[in-house]
């Protein structure tokens, strides 16, 4: 008897961790990078874009993935001017359950010295639900920006924890 109340009372509160609102469900990941940035701007001369997920060497060097199967969509966020290290990607997959596989993935393959002359030594990767963040940047610019500036905002727009690789 006492289960099925606590069955029923669970049910009624709408308590459990799949019943908590998806944040970023019906965010565009180019919206997301903008709610972002209007809690920190990083005072760089930026661009967003959506890379073409058929393009192999793009995948690659934006988000460290040979393997893009498991992703649903890409957004990324880099200096206009190409001597900045500073790139802020958002990856959206299609699996859910393969989040920490493809986050991995990203940290341990992507080139933090893929721009000419500069290498950024500040990365992180992290996760919410369904969308990967990975950003890395160039200590030298950490009177403008850190990593743990946009983790932070990033939680904030997820309005949750996040999963830190």
Known sequence: MSMV?????????????EDTPNALEDMALIDI???????????????QDIPDLQDSAAMESYTGLSD???????TYSEPMIGSQAYSLVLVRVKDE?????TA????????PAKWICVMADDLQVVSYRDVILLFMVSSELSDVITSEEIVDSFQNVCGDDITTY
């Not at 069955?7 to 308590?15: P, R, T, W």
């Open 33 to 47: 990078i903008n709610a972002m940035y209007d809690m920190k701007t990083p005072e760089l001369s930026l661009h």
């Open 68 to 74: 893009t199967s498991n992703v649903k969509e890409v």
């Open 97 to 101: 359950s393969k989040v920490e596989e």
């Open 5 to 17: 109340i606590l069955v029923f009372i669970v049910q009624l509160c709408g308590c459990g961790a």
């Open 104 to 111: 991995t993935a990203m940290k341990e393959n992507v080139n």
